[in-house]
C-alpha cells in the first residue's frame, strides 16, 4: 500500500508544472506558440481574401450612398484595400487560438487567483470589445458618417471620397470603440488590486475626464465631432466604472 501512494504521488508530481524551467526552454517555447498562430493567420488570412467583397459590403452597410461614390486614386489601390481587410480578418479569426496560446504559455507561471483573474479578464475583455464594436457600427459610425456627408453638401461642396479614407475612418471608429470599451475592466482590475482606490477615483474625476479627452483625440480622426462621440460615451464608461468597483469592493483605499 505505501509504495502504491509513492507511485500515485510521484505521479502526480510530474504532472505540476515545471516552475524551474531554463529560459531557453521559455523561448524554445514560446517561439513554437507564435510559429503556430503565424501559420494560422497566413491560412486564414489567405482564405479570407475570397471573402473580401462580402466583408467590403459589410463596411459600406452604415451609409449606403457611399459606396456610389467612392473612388480610388491608385490603380492597385482596391486591391490593397482587400488584401488589408483579408489580413484583419485573418487575425480576427485567429483571435480564439491567440489567447488559447497565450493562456497556455502563462498558466504555469500563476497562482490560483492570478489564473481565474486571467481567464475573467480574457472573457470579459473580449465580450466588452465586441460591445464597442457594435456599438460604433450601428450607432456612431452612420451618425458620424451622415453628418460629415450633409455638412459637406449643405455648403454646396459634392463629397467624392476614396475607398482608402472612407475604410481608414470606419475601421479606426471600430477600433477605437473597442478598445475604449475596456475602460470598464481596466478600472475595476485596478482597483482588485489595490493599485487606485475607488475614493481616489473619485476624487481625480475631473484629472480623469481630462485623460479621457486626450484619449479620444488620439484615437479618433482628427476632427473634433469624432473625438466628442468617443469622449461621450468613455465618461459615462467611466462613471460605470466606478459604480461597479464601489459595488464589488467598496472604497477601500489604495494600499
Not at 502504491?4 to 515545471?18: F, V
Not at 470603440?177 to 475614493?199: T, W
Not at 473619485?202 to 482628427?222: E, M
Not at 473634433?224 to 464601489?246: C, F, G
Request: with cysteine; hydrophobic share 55%.
Amino acid at each position: 500500500m505505501k509504495v502504491e501512494k509513492g507511485l500515485i504521488y510521484l505521479h502526480l508530481k510530474s504532472k505540476e508544472p515545471n516552475m524551474q524551467m531554463p529560459l531557453w526552454d521559455h523561448l524554445g517555447e514560446l517561439r513554437k506558440r507564435m510559429f503556430k498562430v503565424f501559420i494560422a493567420v497566413g491560412v486564414l488570412t489567405g482564405l479570407s481574401f475570397f471573402c473580401s467583397d462580402w466583408m467590403l459590403q459589410c463596411l459600406l452597410k452604415p451609409f449606403p450612398d457611399a459606396s456610389q461614390g467612392l473612388i480610388s486614386l491608385q490603380p492597385a489601390g482596391v486591391f490593397m484595400e482587400s488584401m488589408r481587410l483579408a489580413l484583419i480578418s485573418g487575425f480576427v479569426l485567429t483571435l480564439p487560438l491567440i489567447l488559447y496560446q497565450v493562456w497556455s504559455f502563462v498558466s504555469p507561471g500563476l497562482k490560483s487567483f492570478e489564473a481565474k483573474a486571467f481567464l475573467i479578464s480574457l472573457y470579459a475583455g473580449t465580450f466588452l470589445f465586441l460591445i464597442g464594436v457594435g456599438f460604433a457600427y450601428f450607432l456612431v459610425i452612420p451618425k458620424a458618417l451622415v453628418f460629415f456627408w450633409d455638412y459637406s453638401r449643405g455648403l454646396g461642396i459634392l463629397p467624392s471620397w476614396t475607398i482608402e479614407h472612407y475604410l481608414n475612418f470606419v475601421l479606426m471608429f471600430l477600433l477605437s470603440f473597442g478598445l475604449a470599451f475596456e475602460l470598464p475592466l481596466v478600472l475595476v482590475l485596478m482597483v482588485r488590486f489595490n493599485i487606485v482606490s475607488v475614493q481616489w477615483l473619485s476624487q481625480k474625476r475631473a484629472h480623469v475626464v481630462i485623460a479621457l479627452a486626450v484619449i479620444a483625440a488620439i484615437l479618433t480622426p482628427p476632427d473634433v465631432m469624432s473625438q466628442i462621440m468617443l469622449l461621450v460615451p468613455l465618461w459615462l464608461l467611466y462613471e460605470i466604472s466606478l459604480l461597479v468597483a464601489k459595488t464589488l469592493y467598496g472604497s477601500s483605499e489604495m494600499k
